[in-house]
């Protein structure tokens, strides 16, 4: 596959760009320029979602080429999945006069990416989904547009359970840090209403790649319905190591937060035929600028875009379409034009909510589908369910100051 800079067709990079430290590098250089930050991790685990994310991130800044009669640009920020990582060279953009962030795709990293852009006064717009981030440290500069733990497990788990009444019995795998948490504790508070006992759940660490122990646990305790709760690689790791241990057979199967199509492909219809996933997006969810931007995509990239790509594509317009409506690329002015908006988004009518900066949008429960019923190379999945599950700011205990 073509690199994102081959798909750029960049013919040069300012010289001043030599000067930068590793993993902070323009695809547009001029001094004039309105630079949007894209902090993904480029390299390390989660490298493939944050290749996608700098191909979505670069297409709508191309397509709209200038903002405010000045060209408009990016600036790709490899975090490596590392908060500490993610603060240093996000501290360095903003030295050199960057205030407007799109990215962040592992909690842990926006977290503290979002503490350190209020710090410049900038603002910050992310995918990561620890309800924490619009929650109990919530910040005036940091927007979401991805659904919080909270309402993935609503309209994932809650849905299931009432299609599968005779799933009494649950097992989770999760991964150690704050997302993982936050799934398992919105899992627990359903299992607990419904009546379904919890049989076990096993804790991983963020850099596992066997599973196979805690797989044997889950077997063990003889589950209805097998809950994965990590994300990206590790999720698909835990599924193809569970499909071959012959858990699909035996259990219900639901990843809760998959990655879509990327994943899927690396999936295949063999291993996803049959299980439930849980999902941000899909591109072929039925809404007027998705269907519009999988065209456009199609037509540039000969590919359909996942969720990677069209999360970051569309959070990136947001900033630009706000930075539009408040005629000045500051903080304070941006924040403003954000707070309250609403706009066609990739889900549907999406809105911004003023008091917690939670955008409010669809999540989708999908299943997958056999091969012979694929028709196309890309319809791995039905949509089986969807719907828009929140707390109330103050449920989330945002206390924005």
Not at 178 to 190: C, E, R, S, T, Y
Not at 246 to 261: D, F, Q
Request: net charge neutral; with cysteine; charged share 20%.
């Amino acid at each position: 596959m073509l690199n994102r800079r081959d798909l750029l067709k960049l013919s040069s990079v300012a010289a001043s760009s030599l000067l930068l430290p590793t993993g902070l590098r323009p695809a547009f250089a001029a001094s004039e320029d309105i630079t949007i930050g894209a902090p993904l991790p480029m390299s390390g685990p989660f490298a493939a979602n944050g290749k996608f994310g700098s191909m979505g991130t670069a297409m709508i800044v191309e397509e709209v080429g200038k903002v405010l009669d000045r060209k408009l640009s990016y600036l790709e920020i490899d975090t490596e999945g590392k908060p500490a990582t993610a603060v240093r060279k996000v501290q360095e953009a903003m030295e050199r006069g960057v205030t407007m962030f799109s990215g962040g795709i592992l909690s842990s990293e926006a977290l503290a990416m979002g503490k350190e852009v209020a710090k410049g006064k900038g603002v910050f717009i992310t995918t990561a989904g620890a309800d924490e981030i619009t929650g109990s440290e919530c910040n005036k500069n940091t927007f979401r547009w991805s659904v919080p733990t909270f309402g993935a497990i609503e309209q994932t788990v809650r849905p299931l359970i009432e299609q599968l009444p005779n799933a009494k019995r649950w097992y989770t795998i999760t991964p150690q840090y704050v997302f993982g948490d936050g799934l398992l504790n919105a899992a627990k508070a359903i299992f607990k209403e419904k009546g379904i006992e919890h049989v076990g759940n096993s804790y991983h660490s963020l850099t596992e790649k066997e599973f196979s122990g805690y797989l044997t646990n889950a077997m063990a305790a003889k589950p209805d319905a097998l809950l994965i709760l990590n994300f990206g690689s590790q999720s698909s790791d835990t599924l193809r190591q569970a499909v071959s241990f012959g858990m699909k057979n035996r259990m219900t199967i639901l990843l809760a937060w998959a990655s879509g199509l990327e994943q899927f492909e690396a999936l295949g219809p063999e291993l996803m035929e049959g299980v439930y996933f849980g999902a941000q997006y899909w591109h072929g969810i039925d809404s007027p600028f998705n269907r519009e931007l999988v065209a456009k995509v199609q037509a540039k990239h000969k590919m359909n875009p996942n969720y990677a790509f069209a999360s970051a594509y569309l959070t990136t317009k947001i900033l630009i379409d706000a930075a539009a409506k408040a005629g000045s690329t500051e903080g304070p002015a941006v924040i403003q034009a954000m707070e309250g908006m609403k706009y066609a988004g990739l889900t549907g009518d999406e809105e911004i909510r003023a008091t917690d900066h939670q955008v409010i949008k669809n999540y989708y429960l999908l299943k997958g589908k056999a091969k012979s019923a694929m028709k196309d190379k890309d319809d791995y999945a039905d949509i089986i369910s969807f719907g828009k599950s929140f707390q109330s700011p103050e449920q989330a205990q945002c206390k924005m100051a």
